[in-house]
């Protein structure tokens, strides 16, 4: 699931089905929030390749995706869903939605009140926000381990940030800022072990982090492997943030 802003990086849609596809299986929590209904119009934010978004499908509703990497889109269409490319920080839908959705996207977002701003527009009075994304100490420990190989490797890691990553009190204040009502967001702790290790996971979801450090293609493999070695065997240190919210009426 994906939307890269001006400072990362585009994503492979093969690369990620690869070596992510824990990602829309651990989404299930998040989907049974929404709880999609026959007959509602939804809208998939950073719908990335379209694994959830057809799930949505599924279960009777008539679900719109937008996202703005090119590669994940085609992807999504090639399951015949409906989907848009464009970023969810410059979107303009009609509140013609009975609810909005993300998984593991809106940390990619960095104009997170646009984006929020942009959800609110598209629903109706009363239509629900459910979702997971990153929050607050999302993997701390694996990203050190990443920034440190790197400067053992003699590269210098970005300054700026490369995800939003919120407490529960950041998040509902942008949200709660931009209209919505009702908030009830939570984080969870969620080791996660992920497909082929750590390993393959630093090419796919650290590619734009390691473009900004100007890292050469044929140095990568090795400075994963490294960063695989210095983190160890535990899980990925993931922590999400679930929740659920309201457009007034």
């Given amino acids: 699931m994906s939307e890269a802003p001006a400072s990362t990086s585009r994503w492979d849609a ?18 049974d929030l929404l709880a999609p209904q026959p007959g ?29 990497d090119p590669s994940m889109v085609a992807a999504a269409k ?3 869903l409906d ?25 990619w977002m960095l104009a ?19 979702g997971e994304m990153g929050g607050e100490g ?3 420990r694996l990203q050190a381990a990443l920034d440190e190989e790197m400067i053992v490797r003699g590269y210098a890691p970005p300054i700026e940030a490369h995800n939003w ?11 709660e800022a931009a209209g919505f009502a009702e908030i009830d967001a939570r984080l969870i702790e969620r080791p996660t072990p ?25 140095e990568r493999a090795a400075l994963a492997e490294g960063t695989a070695e210095r983190f160890g065997s535990h899980p990925a240190d993931y922590v999400r943030l679930r929740f659920i919210m309201r457009k007034p009426h």
Avoid at 56 to 62: K, L, S, V
Avoid at 112 to 130: D, P
Avoid at 165 to 175: D, I, K, L, N, T
Wanted: hydrophobic share 50%; charged share 20%.
């Fill in 194 to 218: 992920v497909p082929g290790g750590i390993a393959a996971w630093v090419p796919t979801f650290r590619k734009g982090w390691l473009d900004r450090a100007g890292v050469p293609e044929d």
């Fill in 14 to 31: 093969a690369a990620y089905a690869a070596a992510g596809s824990f990602v829309p299986a651990l989404g299930a929590a998040a989907l």
């Fill in 40 to 68: 509602e119009r939804i809208l998939d934010v950073g719908c990335g390749d379209g694994v959830l978004t057809e799930q949505i499908a599924f279960r009777g509703a008539d679900v719109v995706g937008i996202d703005a």
């Fill in 138 to 140: 999302n993997i701390a």
């Fill in 165 to 175: 990553y919120p407490s529960v009190e950041e998040f509902a204040a942008v949200y």
């Fill in 83 to 107: 989907v848009r490319l464009g970023s969810a920080e410059t979107m303009a839908f009609a509140p013609n939605f009975d609810a909005a959705f993300s998984n593991a996207a809106l940390h």
């Fill in 112 to 130: 997170r009140e646009r984006v929020a701003a942009n959800i609110l527009a598209a629903l109706k009075g009363g239509g629900r926000f459910a």
């Fill in 78 to 80: 090639e399951r015949g």
